[in-house]
């Protein structure tokens, strides 16, 4: 079992950047494939990134690859904690969407872009990119 809270939603103009937070606690959280998903409002949940637990392989999708950057934060890292970052940069309107934090069942150790696989969810958070 692991619960997730992201931070870091906001409004920012085109070109600029935002770091989203996800902090996992539980005594699982050091072993969950974690990713970001987005969803705008009238589309479908859609994957964006994802991170294997050690940080030894990534996945992003074709709209925000070499844009974004997910990656673990060393500064919270134990056994029973974790945070992952979304990095995003040079942000397009389009990328306009409430953001979820999502784990995959522990012990699983490639990266899936279907949220069907995703067991564990945060509870979302708005990102505005606009001018």
């Known amino acids: 079992q692991v619960q997730l809270v992201e931070t870091g939603g906001g409004l920012v103009q085109p070109g600029g950047s935002l770091r989203l937070s996800c902090v996992a606690s539980?005594?699982?959280?050091?072993?969950?494939?974690m990713g970001w998903f987005r969803q705008a409002p009238g589309k479908e949940r859609e994957f964006v990134a994802a991170i294997t637990w050690n940080g030894d392989n990534t996945n992003y999708s074709d709209s925000v690859k070499g844009r974004f950057i997910i990656s673990r934060d060393m500064a919270k890292n134990t056994v029973n904690l974790q945070m992952r970052n979304l990095h995003m940069n040079s942000l397009k309107p389009e990328d306009t969407a409430v953001y979820y934090c999502?784990?995959?069942?522990?012990?699983?150790?490639?990266?899936?872009?279907?949220?069907?696989?995703?067991?564990?969810w945060g509870q979302g958070t708005q990102v505005t990119v606009s001018s």
């Open positions: 999502a784990a995959q069942k522990p012990f699983v150790q490639q990266i899936s872009t279907n949220d069907d696989d995703y067991d564990y």
């Open positions: 539980g005594h699982t959280a050091s072993r969950h494939v």
